[in-house]
Nanobody
Framework: QVQLVESGGGLVQSGGSLRLSCVAS????????MGWFRQAPGKEREFVGG????????DYGDSVKGRFTISRDNAANTVYLQMNSLKPEDTAVYYC?????????????????WGQGTQVTVSS
């Protein structure tokens, strides 16, 4: 099993940036494809992006393409979500998750392990 802990959330003005981190314990992240999801009040959980464990290929949701970047540091057992040009509609709780699929999966049902989430609030 792997335990995931997100950090780096907070309050930022529209147009600003934040970097979220997801640190894993219990098992190396090297064998997991990692995903980031978000959930705003009253809305379903949304795929933000992911990074595969083979080759490090990435995929992003349409609403964040060109603004968010995912990276991973396997030696540090950490995955990052760099968020630039933030908008008020990016406000949500952000979760990292781990799956054993080879390719990035964009459905939350494919992810077995989840962090507790970190709040991101973007003011207009």
């Amino acid at each position: 099993q792997v335990q995931l802990v997100e950090s780096g959330g907070g309050l930022v003005q529209s147009g600003g940036s934040l970097r979220l981190s997801c640190v894993a314990s219990g098992r190396s992240l090297i064998v997991y494809t990692m995903g980031w999801f978000r959930q705003a009040p009253g809305k379903e959980r949304e795929f933000v992006g992911g990074i595969s464990w083979i080759g490090g290929s990435t995929d992003y949701g349409d609403s964040v393409k060109g603004r968010f970047t995912i990276s991973r540091d396997n030696a540090a057992n950490t995955v990052y979500l760099q968020m630039n040009s933030l908008k008020p509609e990016d406000t949500a709780v952000y979760y990292c998750a781990a799956t054993t699929t080879i390719a990035v999966a964009n459905s939350s049902r494919d992810y077995a392990y989840w962090g507790q989430g970190t709040q991101v609030t973007v003011s207009s």
